[in-house]
């Protein structure tokens, strides 16, 4: 807070509104206009799929209720002892009074009356009537409809109306034959009679008694079921076991001590008429309330002459009874937890209804002071607002009757589903979004069904789907999948675009309904729309994702889309210029094809290879990818192979190979794995070409360029304990810290990939040479790893050593032997993941190989099979005789499969011991990063141990191999696509933090701008100095905040320069014989990258570092493919442009590279037309320029805009030597500064030939840097000075030794850098220290 006040305060002193106020609204608009660099989401998520969610929707055991009994206890005539009926009495039984006929007739009427009522609720079911039954016939009756339902639900009602009310020993009451007198029966034989699943309805006074006995019964059976199991002597288990009574429902009409109400205005079985004539009942009691009175004219005679039929929702009755659905649905989905929602309201057609109508029942009988029971028991629901909208549906029908009977006027339809729709909305639209599911949700269930509000209903449910994975889950357990399933069958166009919205939301969560829509004939509707190009896009992509899940891993979703001409229509759409419908075309392709050959000979015939060549070169690096993907599974049938599929196998695998160098990870992984299937599909031809490079690298030796480091490089310093242990990195868990040299002869095309060694490890003594030892891959404890390969020209001598060779025919230069070049160029990315992939593609074979080779022997330690789907796993390991076994350990937690034995010989002596270094085991070099010496290795002479068999491992590359970019692609439908992105929503805390860096930007333009437009006069207030762990090599200063990055030659140190502090030291991840030789700050104004680049030509990016999170690495490539690490070259240079996303490179190479970040692709090679290195970059977005310093002294300015043979504009040679820096001011007509290391610094017009001014500064010069907008520059020496000069060359400041009372002298220069606002000068020294200067301390002591 100290330093913001100081800023602010300093602020106040030196601000002059009228000078800067239109100036930093502008630097402050710009800033918002600056794209961003590596911030896509690939770069910040993980490449995989989401967790799948466990779906509960789909009913495990739907069921159905087969049989009904009905048993009438009525007795017409009779009144039951036990109860006073009071006069005049409710009689009505099925809405018929017993008395007005004979008592026979009126007991048959009233159950053919009871059976019609079920019918409307389960036409299908078998009724049997039992009227006045005596206990056998109720048995009889029971165990038949069991025997005959099986496994499926029975459902028994019971009408107790002329019987005495059930006892608390559990017993209802029937007659016997004679009907003299009452006979109980037991709830416990009526259990065992009706078994489970079954659902009893008991409309009874005391009917709660039933339910209590009922479970006391059912948790005696399974105790009775337990004893038996446990003690199978005892007496219970030898009798037949009781069934379980898990599965059943009971409904009763009140609990245990209330009466039927008997109000003679209501039924006598009130119970049974709202379970059964739901809307008749409701109408009646509506006409009851006083309310009701509000609704002139209404009486209960014209209620039951309401017109229309139930079941047809154009009628009012129609209606009424599908608002009632709608309601009672939505009020139990509301109310009751989900699971038993699922059972009661979605398991089974009637039980569902039932239920419905019960809750009608507990609002009703509540009236009347009676609580039906049930069995799972209910939240109590009668009080839900809900219910109100009822009352107001049943007031808008009924208020329209006197008219529509007496005068016959049109029906006017209930407003209720539209308002409905419009509470739906609006949750959709207001709400926040942690709160509770929207209401209406089963409403809109319901709303489907009638075709005046699909269109809107199926917009809103895409809206809602649209929140998330949890909405569609929350959808499809409403219910919503048989009705968006049957939807497909509608022929309406203006349907599809909302109809594959949903269905791409509902497959993005659960793709197992893949399956139902091809059984249902899904998949046409979605062919169709994909074939449409009168649709947009958007749509499109949704149609082909659907389709590319339908084909996923589904044989029967294959054939049914190759007959629907689907590899066709994707075709055809490779080229739309919509990018995610080209990628999501390839993903289809890849995955119709996959394991199915039929496709894979369609797609032959169609020449499908050929035209997704297109899209390797596509900008969009995702759309490549999934390009690599489908050429990856169309090589990788595994059908019987003709000369003609290998031809094309041959010449995909070449395209394929033309990747090898692209610059995202991303698309590398995904061709490891696409040759990965190549390399299964032809394993021999690829043993054998693996067991000629075992042989050629056995007889040679390639010295690393290690041999030629100066002594400085292996700083000593590092071994002392005092230094801070380095930060591990994530990305570097579980990888080696490798990378590869590249030495591709132009003539010879030898691909030379040496990795890490330990130090001092490329002595020839250091390399084991006993022919059992002379390989191997992947041991954490193994000091080197080096991959090396002699010139193809060398191979082809000794390329017919082999007959097997000449037997299968492999030529030297086959294209088995190139894809194995490539594989060994990918095991040495400097991207973690994508090199380990290739290191298990490659130790599968090696592995293969040496065992088929000699089936007699077998290697020192087992392979540890990793989960295929699990990239960064270690592979296969090969051990040699000579190197330790692997140890299992938090890097590679894939080891544990089997201890491997330890090694038959000592290691050579002439190898030193690996010692960790930097104090203990504090360097991640030591313990997370696993290192190996040779690659193959055949294993030691020994024999082969029982049950340790090859042929275990020898799937250990199967096709499973994946990068989970398919997975990955598919969130994108799973997540909001019509929310306002966070950094596009102006509250969110996103784009808060985005205001106050731009601001905080604005504010170091102004005050800097402001202390260098006063003029600097010295420079060498020393304001921060530190040891560094290491030398520095390259120091680079945050544009805007406090920090400093300083690098050595395979780490950096980050500094807070204002407090003094170290912020981090983390791992580059280079190889030992490489070095860090350049460093931009990318998105520097925003959320900061940092790029390392190294003199191997390994680009690396690195995200969270100098704050409290671990150092991620976001992305690495080859940026330069032929650069040969020495020590005296110029390395690699890089020149950032932030407001075009483009990155310069060069350095020892004859081209000046250009890569554009956001296609991560390569879009430029400018020939230098030089024989010497270049040494600096500079460039000008606005004028297009680069400017090139070179080791020759030559100074070459280029014009991008054009072709690589005019492109060199102008090339001054002024300079005698080489050029330290060539800097091209950023102006619009800025002149070009460069010096040499003889200390003439020139000045270029670039218009003009020759130089307009030069000056001369200290020869000897090891570093120099130009300050962008106080026209300073500094110069260091190795005479241990530096010397700051301004424009007119006057030295303003000599500055020779540290501040301090010892007063020590500087050491020599490695490197320096100016702030690019500040005017503060870093210098870092071959003696470890780095320290930062500054103007007068009056102005810069914050």
């Known amino acids: 807070m100290n330093s913001y006040r100081a800023l602010m305060k300093m602020d106040s002193e030196l601000h002059s509104p009228a000078l800067t106020l239109a100036e930093e609204e502008e630097a402050d608009m710009n800033d918002w206009k600056l794209p961003l660099a590596f911030m896509k989401k690939r770069h910040s998520e993980k490449i995989e799929g989401s967790k799948a969610l466990a779906q509960s929707w789909r009913m495990k055991d739907r069921m159905k209720t087969v049989s009904v009994a009905l048993v009438l206890c009525l007795n017409v005539g009779v009144d039951p002892p036990d109860v006073v009926k009071t006069s005049p009495c409710a009689r009505l039984e099925c809405w018929i009074d017993p008395l007005s006929m004979s008592p026979q007739k009126a007991l048959e009427t009233i159950g053919a009356n009871l059976q019609k009522q079920y019918e409307n609720w389960q036409p299908r079911a078998r009724y049997k009537q039992s009227l006045d039954p005596t206990v056998d016939e109720v048995k009889k009756l029971c165990t038949s409809l069991r025997r005959n339902a099986k496994e499926e639900r029975v459902l028994f009602h019971y009408n107790g109306h002329g019987v005495p009310r059930p006892t608390v020993n559990g017993e209802i009451w029937v007659f016997n034959k004679n009907y003299t007198q009452y006979i109980p029966l037991s709830i416990y034989d009526l259990q065992t009679w009706m078994g489970s699943p079954s659902i009893f309805v008991y409309d009874c006074s005391n009917a709660g008694i039933i339910v209590k006995s009922f479970k006391q019964f059912a948790l005696q059976r ?121 059972k009661l309201f979605r398991q089974d057609l009637l039980v569902a209804s039932l239920f419905r109508n019960f809750l009608l029942a507990e609002r009703i009988m509540r009236s009347y002071n009676c609580t039906p029971v049930s069995s799972p028991r209910l939240p109590p629901t009668y009080m839900h607002a809900m219910w109100q909208a009822w009352d107001l549906a049943v007031d808008i029908c009924l208020s329209q009757l006197p008219t529509i009977i007496e005068e016959g006027t049109a029906f006017r339809h209930s407003p209720f589903f539209a308002e409905q729709l419009t509470a739906f909305q609006v949750w959709l639209t207001m709400g926040v979004e942690n709160r509770n599911p929207p209401e209406q949700l089963p409403i809109v269930l319901q709303v489907l069904l009638s075709q005046v509000h699909r269109l809107r209903a199926l917009d809103l449910l895409g809206r809602f789907l649209d929140l998330g994975p949890w909405a569609v889950s929350l959808a499809l357990s409403v219910g919503i999948f048989p009705y968006v399933l049957k939807l497909l069958q509608s022929s309406a166009r203006e349907l599809r675009p909302l109809l594959v919205f949903i269905w791409a939301k509902i497959l993005a969560v659960d793709s197992s309904c893949q399956a139902d829509l091809v059984k249902d004939n899904g998949h046409k509707y979605f062919l169709s729309v994909l074939a449409d190009n009168y649709m947009p896009a958007e749509h499109r992509t949704m149609a082909v994702f659907i389709l590319a899940v339908i084909v996923n891993s589904y044989t029967t979703g294959q054939e049914a889309c190759l007959q629907g001409n689907l590899i066709a229509n994707c075709l055809e759409q490779l080229s739309d210029p919509h990018p995610l419908l080209r990628q999501w075309v390839a993903i289809c392709l890849g995955r119709i094809w996959q394991n199915f050959d039929p496709a894979r000979w369609c797609g032959v015939r169609d020449s499908a290879h050929e035209k997704l060549y297109t899209l390797l070169s596509d900008p969009i690096p995702e759309v490549r990818c999934a390009a690599v993907f489908a050429l990856g599974t169309f090589v990788g049938n595994s059908a019987e192979r003709t000369d003609h599929s290998t031809t094309i196998d041959h010449n995909v695998a070449m395209m394929l190979a033309q990747l090898i160098n692209d610059g995202s990870p991303v698309v590398r992984k995904e061709l490891v794995v696409a040759l990965s299937h190549l390399v299964v599909q032809y394993e021999s031809n690829f043993c054998t070409v693996a067991l000629q490079f075992i042989e050629e690298e056995k007889n040679y030796t390639v010295p690393s360029p290690a041999n030629t480091a100066e002594p400085g490089n292996l700083t000593p310093v590092r071994d002392s304990p005092a230094i801070p242990r380095l930060r591990s990195v994530n990305s570097y868990t579980n990888i080696r810290a490798a990378t590869t040299a590249r030495n591709l002869n132009k003539s010879l095309q030898n691909l030379n990939l040496n990795e890490e060694g330990g130090q001092g490890a490329f002595s020839p003594g250091n390399i084991s040479t006993s022919s059992s030892a002379s390989s191997t891959l992947g041991s954490p404890d193994n000091d080197e790893y080096i991959l090396s390969f002699e010139t193809i020209d060398k191979m082809r001598r000794v390329s017919s050593y082999s007959s097997l060779n000449s037997l299968i025919g492999v030529s030297f230069n086959s294209v088995y032997t190139q894809i194995w070049r490539v594989l060994l160029h990918l095991a040495a990315d400097p991207f973690p993941e994508v090199s380990d992939l290739a290191m298990r593609v490659l130790n599968s074979i090696a592995y293969k190989a040496t065992m088929n080779a000699r089936p007699q022997r077998i290697l020192d330690s087992s392979i540890s099979v990793s989960a295929p789907a699990s990239p960064t796993s270690k592979g296969t390991h090969i051990h040699p005789a000579g190197g330790s076994p692997p140890m299992p350990s938090t890097s590679s937690s894939s080891l544990t499969n089997e201890v491997p034995k330890p090694p038959p010989r000592e290691q050579p002596a002439s190898r030193p011991p690996y010692t960790p270094t930097l104090g203990g085991q504090a360097q991640p070099h030591s313990h997370q990063f696993p290192r190996t010496r040779k690659m193959f290795d055949k294993g030691p002479e020994q024999a082969t141990e029982d049950g340790d068999e090859p042929g275990g491992h020898r799937n250990y590359i199967c096709p499973a191999l994946q990068t989970g970019l398919c997975d990955w692609s598919a969130k994108y439908f799973a997540q909001p696509v019509m929310k306002i992105p966070e950094e596009h929503d102006l509250e969110s805390q996103v784009r808060m933090e985005r205001q106050w860096r731009f601001l905080r930007n604005a504010r ?38 406090t920090c400093i990055a300083v690098a050595d030659k395979d780490s950096i140190c980050f500094w807070d320069w204002e407090k003094g502090e170290r912020l981090d030291y983390f791992y580059n991840g280079n190889p030992r014989y490489t070095r860090i030789t350049a460093m931009e700050y990318l998105n520097g104004h925003d959320c900061s ?52 996303g483009l990155l310069m490179t060069s350095g020892d190479v004859r081209v000046i590279r250009i890569w554009d970040t956001d296609r991560e692709m390569k879009v430029q090679d400018i020939p230098t037309g030089a024989d010497s290195c270049v040494t600096s970059l500079s460039c000008d977005s606005q004028r297009s320029l680069v400017v090139a310093g070179l080791g020759d002294g030559s100074v070459r300015v280029f014009d991008r805009r054009m072709g690589p043979n005019e492109c060199r504009v102008m090339t001054y040679r002024e300079h005698g030597a080489w050029v330290v820096k060539a800097h091209l001011q950023k102006e619009t007509d800025g002149h070009i500064i460069s010096v040499s290391v003889n200390g003439d610094v020139r000045f270029f017009e670039p218009r003009s030939p020759d130089s307009v001014n030069v000056l001369q500064t200290v020869k000897g010069l090891t570093a120099l840097d130009i300050h962008p907008q106080a026209n300073l520059f500094a110069c260091g020496s190795m005479n241990q000075f530096i010397a700051v000069y301004n424009s007119n060359g006057d030295v303003i400041s000599n500055i020779k030794y540290y501040d301090g009372f010892m007063g020590q002298r500087i050491g020599a220069i490695s490197c320096l850098a100016f702030h690019p606002y500040w005017p503060h000068l870093a210098v870092g020294s071959n003696d470890y220290y780095m320290s930062i200067y500054s103007a007068e301390k009056r102005l810069e002591r914050r």
Do not use: Y
């Not at 290491?1030 to 120091?1035: D, I, L, N, T």
């Open 1004 to 1041: 170091v333009r102004r005050q800097s701008r402001n202390i260098t437009q006063r003029g600097i006069s010295r420079l060498d207030d020393q304001i921060f100095i530190n040891r560094n762990p290491g030398v520095p090599s390259v120091v680079k200063f945050h544009p805007f905040n």
């Open 1089 to 1140: 990258l940092l790029l390392t680049a190294t003199d191997d030509g390994a680009l690396r990016i690195w995200k969270n570092f100098a704050d409290q999170k671990n150092p991620e690495m976001v992305t690495a490539w080859q940026g330069l493919s032929d650069m040969l690490p020495t020590t005296r070259g110029a390395g690699m240079v890089v020149d950032w442009e932030q407001d075009t």
């Open 222 to 342: 399974e105790q009775e079921l337990e004893v038996a199991a446990i003690n199978p002597s005892h007496p219970l288990a030898q009798m037949p076991l009781p069934p379980s009574m898990k599965n059943c429902i009971q409904l009763a009409a009140c609990e245990a001590s209330e009466l039927l109400p008997m109000n003679p205005d209501l039924p006598a079985d009130l119970f049974t008429s709202c379970l059964t004539t739901p809307i008749t009942i409701a109408l009646r009691w509506f006409c009851m309330q006083k309310s009701a009175k509000l609704v002139p004219g209404v009486t209960l005679d014209l209620i039951e002459k309401i017109p229309g039929r139930l079941n047809d929702r154009r009628t009012p009755l129609g209606e009424l009874n599908w608002i009632f659905t709608a309601i009672t649905d939505t009020i139990a989905w509301n109310v009751l937890p989900r699971d038993l929602f699922q």
